[in-house]
């Protein structure tokens, strides 16, 4: 199976500013990889699929890139309720298969 | 649509680990989507567990197959999650979702998932 490896485990950022999010695979693919975002006692929420593609509704802050073997997600300038626990997912080879995910907090 | 996980919330070990998710505002018959389990631990992460399909195919993954059985009851638009021979290591918050597509597999759609732990 494909193994997601995320970095950093935390990321301390201040509000307002730009948070990058990093995911790598184990194995090479086009596009096929989704974000999801995550607060305490909540069920993870789609952020980006196709690597770069915005979930309806998502604010234009988030953006999604990469392919091959590496992914970021980029929050350009961190809102109070951007504070959560990320996550990326393949979908391009069986099991999908999940990222351990980044924690994203106030510094 | 929204989906809405249920049952028991101690399993004791061997024994076997049975839920449903309740889907609301669609049909789990229409559509091409994929109606998947999903758990959570804090070992494991996120886990990928099987899915039913809108026409009633399954997937599982492999480290659970031998256990494990997804259906569905298309007449209360429920599909549920029976999973035998428990142990500790299936301790787990386990979420309910929706699934795009085969070749699309982002979940879209999660209930608020459920936890479930195992012990005597």
């Known amino acids: 199976e494909i193994v997601m490896t995320q970095s950093p485990a935390t990321l301390s950022v201040s509000p307002g500013e730009r948070a990058t999010l990093s995911c790598r695979a184990s194995?090479?693919?086009?596009?096929?990889l989704a974000w999801y975002q995550q607060k305490p006692g909540q069920a993870p929420r789609l952020l980006i699929y196709?690597?770069?593609t915005r979930a309806t509704g998502l604010p234009a802050r988030f953006s999604g890139s990469g392919s091959g073997t590496e992914f970021t997600l980029t929050i350009s300038s961190l809102q109070s309720e951007d504070f959560a626990v990320y996550y990326c997912?393949?979908?391009?080879?069986?099991?999908?298969?999940f990222g351990q995910g980044t924690k994203v907090e106030i510094k | 649509v929204q989906l809405q996980e249920s049952g028991p919330g101690l399993v004791k070990p061997s024994q076997t680990l049975s839920l449903t998710c309740s889907v609301s505002?669609?049909?789990?018959?229409?559509?091409?989507?994929?109606w998947t389990w999903i758990r959570q631990s804090p070992e494991k992460g996120l886990e990928w567990i099987g899915f039913?399909?809108?026409?009633?195919?399954?997937s599982y993954n492999p480290s659970l197959q031998s256990r494990l059985v997804i259906s569905e009851d298309t007449s209360k638009n429920q599909f549920s999650l029976n999973l035998t021979s428990v142990t500790a290591t299936d301790t787990a918050v386990y979420f309910c979702?929706?699934?795009?597509?085969?070749?699309?597999?982002?979940?879209?759609?999660w209930g608020k998932g459920t936890t479930v732990t195992v012990s005597s």
């Open positions: 979702a929706r699934a795009f597509g085969y070749y699309y597999y982002y979940m879209d759609v």
């Open positions: 505002g669609g049909s789990i018959s229409s559509g091409d989507f994929y």
């Open positions: 039913i399909s809108s026409s009633g195919s399954t």
């Open positions: 194995q090479s693919f086009s596009r096929s």
């Open positions: 196709g690597a770069s």
């Open positions: 997912q393949q979908y391009s080879d069986w099991p999908p298969t």
